[in-house]
């Protein structure tokens, strides 16, 4: 699905390691966007059951990856050449790898008060949904997002990004986005000890589509970033975001 890929990882214009980067996540993102719209449409089945929520999940963690890599890029740059290393071991986990408490999600020791004089920097949350990238990056763009669409034409694909708020999006982001997390990692890691608690398909396919419509909307969103990495222009960003959102109604 190359409008999310696009939405999510940025157009063309991109160079050097960033390129790569966001290229590897990019195919990722393409990738696993393609297979979970097949398991949202098409008639369900076992295969759906069992890796639906793997590749959800997937998709969750590599487009909020992507999107800190352009909001933030040395982040990415960073990972980047850290994994480049000849001393780089894969099966030893680097304290400086990207995770979700504290890449995606801000952990528990960030600065509660934004603009305290007593805040240190190592307790400013730079991760993707805190609160200083919220008033920094997320509400000013929800707000020039908004602006934008509602000069267009009325459409339905649109009509739904009309009613969020930017005073509210990135908190209730975050929390759909942490229990789609959680939802999505019981399905990868299988910890059911009865079958009662068994997904069934519309468990699957719900998780699937609040997935594809909270990364979508982050992505349409990052390209209303005046500083975003590879964005597009808000036209383009406007029409793959109708492209993909057409294809979860």
Not at 94 to 119: H, Y
Not at 136 to 153: H, I, Q
Not at 172 to 193: C, D, I, M, N, P
Request: proline share 4%; aromatic share 10%.
């Amino acid at each position: 699905m190359t409008a999310l890929a696009l939405l999510l990882c940025g157009g063309n214009n991109c160079q050097g390691t960033a390129k790569v980067a966001l290229d590897q996540l990019s195919s990722s993102v393409a990738g696993f966007s393609g297979r979970v719209i097949r398991y949202l449409t098409e008639e369900f089945s076992q295969d759906a059951l069992t890796f639906g929520p793997f590749c959800a999940r997937v998709l969750l963690e590599n487009s909020c990856a992507a999107l800190v890599g352009r909001l933030d890029s040395f982040r990415m740059l960073y990972l980047s050449e850290f994994q480049a290393q000849p001393e780089y071991e894969h099966g030893k986990r680097a304290r400086s790898a990207f995770s979700w408490s504290g890449d995606v999600m801000p952990d528990d020791k960030a600065a509660q008060q934004l603009w305290s004089l007593d805040n240190e920097l190592p307790k400013i949350s730079r991760a993707l949904l805190s609160k200083h990238m919220e008033h920094v990056y997320w509400k000013p763009a929800v707000e020039r997002m908004l602006d934008f669409v509602s000069t267009l034409p009325p459409d339905p694909a649109l009509a739904e990004l009309l009613a969020l708020d930017a005073d509210t999006y990135v908190s209730e982001t975050r929390g759909r986005g942490a229990q789609l997390y959680s939802t999505l990692s019981k399905g990868v890691h299988w910890e059911f000890f009865t079958s009662a608690l068994l997904f069934d398909e519309l468990t699957v396919k719900t998780a699937i589509r609040d997935t594809c419509l909270l990364v979508s909307r982050l992505g349409l969103i990052s390209h209303f970033v005046p500083t975003a990495y590879g964005s597009l222009s808000e036209s383009e960003a406007i029409a793959e975001y109708v492209s993909f959102r057409r294809l979860l109604s």
